[in-house]
């Protein structure tokens, strides 16, 4: 199941589509900061490292444009939840580049994990995101995400 080199064109250059390593932790961090405005290295490591290290199946990709990582994936599988006993894939993490929105990217990588997540039966994908990232919405929507009849509940602790 491993994501290597799925070559995509995009603006005639390629897009090679692979599996997430510890070494892009730095180029990730840039990625992050670049979108949230936040230095959050050690945090974003941590959670490839989780990603690669913990899971069962490396599930997460990357993407990269002439040798320069510019997008990645982060997502696990889990069986069972809430007492359902079927494998659902969370896809937590979606990161591409802010200079290079738009091109292709994300659409790339999911494109490889879905095929990834065929290839080990898993039959759902879920994600969840702010309302209010009206991009991220639309890529979602795009990408045939549909809400689930399921109420996410949060309280102050």
Do not use: Y
């Not at 603006?11 to 589509?17: C, L, P, S």
């Not at 896809?91 to 290079?100: I, S, Y």
């Amino acid at each position: 199941m491993d994501a290597s080199s799925n070559g995509v064109n995009l603006e005639h250059e390629a897009i090679v589509v692979r599996t997430l390593r510890l070494e892009d932790c730095p180029r990730l961090a840039k990625i992050d900061e670049a979108i949230t405005g936040r230095s959050r290295a050690l945090w974003l490591e941590n959670k490839v490292k989780r990603a690669l290290k913990e899971a069962d199946v490396a599930l997460s990709v990357g993407a990269e444009r002439d040798g320069l990582l510019v997008g990645a994936l982060m997502c696990t599988v889990q069986f069972g939840e809430f007492g359902l006993f079927e494998p659902l894939a969370v896809l937590d993490t979606v990161l591409v580049d802010p200079k290079l929105a738009g091109q292709g990217i994300a659409t790339a990588m999911l494109e490889q994990l879905l095929a990834n997540l065929r290839g080990l039966r898993v039959l759902r994908l879920r994600t969840e995101v702010d309302w209010n990232e009206l991009d991220l919405v639309a890529f979602f929507e795009k990408s045939a995400f549909v809400p689930v009849p399921r109420l996410v509940l949060e309280r102050e602790v």
